[in-house]
């Protein structure tokens, strides 16, 4: 169930079933790009996939854990052969399993740096020869505001400050091709996510919000399309002097 693009501007967006995923493929799709929505469970994008069509886009949905070397494999071949060959790739897939540190188990450890390292060097490795055959790409990496440091969050702190050291050493790396890499750091942004995190400590969200936003200088909390805004600048063409950046979408929070 796919359309056939016209325009040869072909994307991957990871995690895009829900949350600022499913808003970075809708804007991607409203950019001009026929969007690849990879998620664990290719029926958890119908969503996405749908509301993109219903917009007179393209879009086509893939099931695919980014952690597993041949589950991208597979997925990006899905992409290419029927969108063909991608040259924007935005690396969203995340999840958290915070836990102080003695009591943060070695699964939640791995699972972490699984989805979000491994899953962006993975889906990376797998569609730079695209990007670097069309002398043409954009690689944007979703890192966090808790690169920073955030109590419970050893694992997902490493990660998120791990992909931007991955972000600059690819920007370097990738440059000469003509493909620029950056890292986009959100702040509090209202999700699944971020609900089950209130859940998680027990508290009300509409208190949780309450209480991050009173430290956030522009006065509410981000939503998904935040995020999405950024990740359509820095996928776009004209933002091709741009890269091995950190962009913090976080409303003004200090960093
Ligand atoms: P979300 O609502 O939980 O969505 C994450 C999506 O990623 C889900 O659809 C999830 O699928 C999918 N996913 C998880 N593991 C995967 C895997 N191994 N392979 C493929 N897909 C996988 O989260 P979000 O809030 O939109 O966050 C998106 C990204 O932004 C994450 O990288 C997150 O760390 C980052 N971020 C979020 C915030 C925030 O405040 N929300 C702030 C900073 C950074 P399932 O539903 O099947 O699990």
Redesign the pocket.
């Given at each position: 169930m796919t359309d056939t693009p016209s325009n040869g501007r072909i994307a991957i967006v990871?995690?895009?079933?829900?949350?600022?995923?499913?808003a970075v493929a809708a804007r991607l799709a409203a950019d001009g790009h026929a969007v690849g929505a990879?998620?664990?469970?290719a029926r958890?994008c119908t969503e996405t996939v749908e509301k993109i069509r219903a917009d007179g886009g393209t879009a086509m949905a893939v099931g695919?854990?980014?952690?597993?070397e041949q589950a991208v494999t597979d997925a990006v071949a899905a992409v290419t052969a029927q969108l063909g060959p991608p040259t924007v790739l935005v690396n969203?897939?995340?999840?958290?399993r915070d836990d102080l540190l003695f009591r943060m188990s070695v699964s939640d450890w791995d699972s972490v740096i699984?989805?979000?390292l491994r899953?962006a060097f993975l889906m990376s490795r797998a569609i730079q020869g695209f990007m670097v055959e069309a002398r043409y790409g954009r690689i944007v990496n979703?890192?966090?505001?808790?690169a920073l440091g955030n109590r419970g969050q050893a694992n997902?702190s490493a990660a998120?400050a791990g992909l931007q050291g991955f972000t600059r050493t690819l920007a370097m790396e990738l440059g000469r091709f003509g493909i620029t890499v950056n890292a986009i750091?959100?702040?509090?942004?209202?999700?699944?996510?971020?609900r089950?995190t209130a859940d998680r400590i027990g508290v009300d969200f509409a208190e949780f919000e309450a209480s991050l936003v009173a430290g956030i200088p522009v006065g509410r909390a981000?939503v998904?399309e935040d995020?999405a805004a950024a990740a359509g600048f820095l996928t776009s063409a004209e933002a091709g002097f741009v890269s091995g950046q950190v962009l913090y979408v976080a409303g003004g929070e200090r960093t």
């Open positions: 990871t995690g895009a079933a829900r949350g600022i995923g499913a990879v998620d664990l469970d958890n695919a854990d980014v952690s597993d969203n897939a995340g999840i958290l699984g989805v979000h899953g979703m890192s966090s505001i808790s997902y998120k750091a959100p702040g509090f942004i209202v999700t699944d996510m971020t089950a981000g998904p995020v």
